[in-house]
Nanobody
């Protein structure tokens, strides 16, 4: 069982930055794929970024086209934490952001087993 707790959301002006954190419980964190999703009001939840595990210390990143070049996903296995650095934020990035973990190690847009409660990000124009 993995428990995930997000933090770091808030209100920011367009063009600003935020860093979201997701603290995970569990001794097998390093072998889990980790992802970030978001859900805006009235819209379906969408994939934002993923960090898959391919054995040893090899990880691969995936990004939605809408955030490429602006968002960066990373992880610190010593702290059991995954991050989402968000730069050049736009009003359309406003959403509840969710952290997710995949016991398979994969981290594409589906196949996650565990979810956090979410953290609100609001970008004002």
């Amino acid at each position: 069982q993995v428990q995930l707790v997000e933090s770091g959301g808030g209100l920011v002006q367009a063009g600003g930055s935020l860093r979201l954190s997701c603290a995970a419980s569990g001794r097998t964190f390093r072998s889990h794929g980790m992802g970030w999703f978001r859900q805006a009001p009235g819209k379906e939840r969408e994939f934002v970024a993923g960090l898959s595990w391919s054995g040893g210390n090899t990880y691969y990143t995936y990004y939605a086209d809408s955030v490429k070049g602006r968002f960066t996903i990373s992880r610190d296995n010593a702290k059991n934490t995954v991050y989402l650095q968000m730069n050049s934020l736009k009003p359309e990035d406003t959403a509840v952001y969710y952290c997710a973990a995949s016991s398979s190690g994969r981290a594409e847009s589906s196949g996650y087993d565990y979810w956090g409660q979410g953290t609100q990000v609001t970008v004002s124009s």
